[in-house]
């Protein structure tokens, strides 16, 4: 069953996506900025480390993944047919 | 491997389709993937597709039937130079004039699931495979050459070549070390909003036109100037969809909050905005609100511009070769030429029996040889904003989008699209009254709603009156051209290569003629207004009760005889 998030309207996820996107913590120095670009409000910083707090209101977009200067965040796609959705873009 | 196929297409976006079903016609067994559920359901934009795409772009696009919101006649600029006082400026200059729009458009609105789906059902009638809920994960080398994809199940279906249409994060690409990652400065974050309005209001307040917003960084009501768009309203059928984007990082500096700065924007341009505050929003209600990352400003990198688009076995289309326009901000016609372009040179490719790079490298050069694809990814205005902000010079601002976004775009785009138009006639010099019959046909399916969105195709459009007359004047206007252009065919196509040849000397002629040009618009337009008016009623009211069949593409029937014949080769 797709699932939906009052936050976000007109869009609907389908789970089971699997951990597209992970974080090297060796790698993250905490800098935050995946936590500023990330419209879905997926990220947190916690004890100075990038963690994921969730991907169930992720839209695959990557900014996260582009704004990583230290090249912690590792980014692939969702296992096929789940993810976000939307009949409006 | 555990499938074997001559073209895997990779995305069955705007452009993978279009260059699915060129090698499928061409007789090649063709599998089509895509890693969303249903076509088109992770695609996400605010969509003009210029109207350069159709005239230029695939023969089954610009002779059918896709679906459409709206018809865009062109933009209106506002620049606000004090949004407390209310000091805005417009420049309207980009604009279609009465009465020749709205049926000679600008550009057409769409909503990216339908049209895609309605490509890819194209693709798939000419017998491509397609293979949804399928996400590809990287590409299979023998030898060194690209000779398959691999899926997550761990399926490897083995390919002559391989056409990847992933869109603008490229993870196969890189992957496949064709390309590197971009930098997060050519990355655009755009917001996207989609609000429900009664036809009558977008009629009403929109009509036609697609809406600017401009507006020094200080009245935090777009995102900085050069560094995104300022904020962007498309009017569709009954529904506006609205876009901020905003650079992911401003040159080296720290990385902005931009989900506060999004939101602090969107709320000062929905309560400020004098027209918005009092229009807009007592008259809509939000339906749907995405996000997606877009390659704006790649084609103004050289180091990411010059990046191969090919390798042994695979070429790169659409956003995936980073072909995205920079002032326009629209993906689709580049999208639309590169599968084309790719499709042509796999298909020559294969019968040739050569995929190494030294004969797909052919795909590199016609694309930086193609002129609009080449001046749509190198207009340096919406970047250069950044420095009317540095100033705050009103001059260069205005400046600046009058050159993007107003009539003074016809100084940098008017040769490279009279190159291709005069390339084309050459070609063809029936392609005219095609294009003729695409403007009236598109029109008249967006003023009936020919599309039917529920089952996701085309409704045949029954009409209950016809304007003899106005039939039988269209009729013998483009069957005439028709039958002059077959007589005279030999003299035209001398002409066209003459016109290509001279075609640069549009820009600097529309340099010199804009500023006279402009005033004497302003003079004009509005004694000018009513008899516009008046005789775009009239032709709109033709439009609405023609025939269909006076619009369609005359060559569809020897198109396809074409296209089976080939398949049969």
């Given amino acids: 069953m797709p699932r939906t998030e009052e936050k976000f309207p007109g869009v609907e996820w389908i789970d089971g996506t699997g951990d597209f996107i992970r974080v090297d913590s060796e790698k993250c120095t905490g800098c935050g900025n995946c936590v500023n670009v990330c ?3 997926c990220w947190e910083i916690v004890n100075r480390k990038a963690r994921i707090k969730t991907l169930a209101t992720c839209m695959e977009c990557a900014s996260c993944w582009y704004v990583c200067d230290a090249g912690a965040v590792l980014f692939s796609w969702p296992k096929g047919g789940t993810g976000y959705r939307s009949e409006w873009g | 491997m555990d499938e074997s196929y001559d073209v895997v297409v990779i995305g069955a976006g705007f452009g993978g389709p279009v260059a699915a079903k060129k090698c499928a016609d061409a007789g090649l067994k063709t599998l089509m993937l895509e890693r969303s559920e249903n076509v088109g359901e992770k695609v996400i934009s605010g969509l003009t597709i210029p109207v350069y795409g159709f005239l230029f772009g695939p023969d089954f696009i610009r002779d059918g039937n896709p679906p459409f919101e709206r018809p865009a006649d062109g933009i209106i600029n506002y620049i606000i130079k004090d949004i407390d006082t209310g000091d805005i400026e417009i420049d309207d200059t980009l604009r279609v004039p009465r009465p020749f729009s709205p049926v000679i458009a600008f550009g057409y609105n769409t909503y990216c699931k339908p049209f895609c789906q309605w490509e890819a059902k194209k693709a798939l009638e000419s017998g491509v495979k397609l293979r949804t809920s399928t996400t590809v994960t990287d590409v299979i080398r023998s030898n060194g050459s690209v000779c398959g994809i691999c899926l997550e199940d761990g399926t490897r279906i083995s390919a002559k070549i391989v056409i990847d249409a992933e869109g603008s994060q ?21 917001d996207t909003y989609d609000y429900e309005m009664d036809k009558s209001d977008v009629d009403r307040i929109f009509g036609y036109s697609v809406r600017f917003c401009w507006g020094w960084d200080e009245q935090k009501i777009a995102p900085p100037l050069g560094h995104g768009n300022g904020l962007m309203v498309w009017p569709y059928r009954d529904s506006i969809h609205f876009i901020q984007d905003h650079c992911l990082r401003l040159d080296g500096r720290k ?9 602090e924007y969107h709320d000062n341009i929905t309560t400020k905005l004098p027209w918005w505050s009092s229009e807009v929003t007592p008259k809509s209600k939000i339906r749907a609100r995405m996000w997606e990352g877009f390659e704006i400003y790649v084609g103004l990198d050289p180091d990411l511009r010059n990046m191969r688009n090919h390798d042994d076995g695979i070429i790169l289309i659409g956003d995936a070769a980073g072909l995205e326009s920079t002032e326009l901000c629209d993906g689709v016609p580049a999208a639309w030429f590169s599968a084309e372009i790719a499709a042509d040179v796999a298909i020559e490719a294969i019968r040739a029996g050569n995929t190494k790079k030294e004969f797909l490298k052919k795909y590199d050069e016609r694309i930086k040889a193609h002129s609009v694809i080449q001046w749509s990814i190198s207009g340096e205005n919406r970047y250069n904003l950044r420095y009317a902000q540095e100033t705050k010079d009103i001059r260069l601002l205005k400046k600046y989008v009058h050159h993007a976004w107003g009539m003074a775009q016809l100084t940098h785009s008017l040769s490279p699209i009279l190159t291709l138009s005069f390339r084309y006639i050459r070609k063809d010099p029936t392609i005219i009254t095609k294009w003729i019959r695409m403007y009236f046909r598109y029109y008249q399916n967006w003023l009936h709603n020919s599309y039917d969105y529920q089952e996701n195709r085309e409704k045949p459009y029954d009409p209950t009156r016809r304007p003899v007359i106005g039939e039988t004047v269209f009729r013998a206007f483009v069957g005439g051209l028709d039958f002059i ?37 302003k003079i004009l337009r509005k004694p000018m207004a009513p008899i516009g008016n008046r005789l775009a009623e009239k032709i709109i009211d033709f439009v609405d009760r023609a025939d269909p069949a006076l619009f369609e593409a005359k060559n569809s029937k020897k198109m396809a005889a074409t296209l089976r014949h080939t398949r049969e080769v």
């Fill in chain 2, 255 to 263: 990385v902005p909050n931009l989900k506060k700065r999004f939101k």
């Fill in chain 2, 485 to 521: 252009l077959w007589i005279l065919g030999p003299v035209v196509k001398l002409l066209a290569i003459i016109g290509e040849k001279l075609s640069w000397l549009a820009n600097p002629a529309m340099k010199l003629l804009v500023p006279v040009i402009r005033p004497i618009y």
């Fill in chain 2, 170 to 190: 490229g993870l196969v690409a890189i992957k496949a070390g064709i390309r590197k990652k971009y930098p997060p400065e050519a990355i655009s974050l755009s």
């Fill in chain 1, 39 to 41: 419209l879905g409000d």
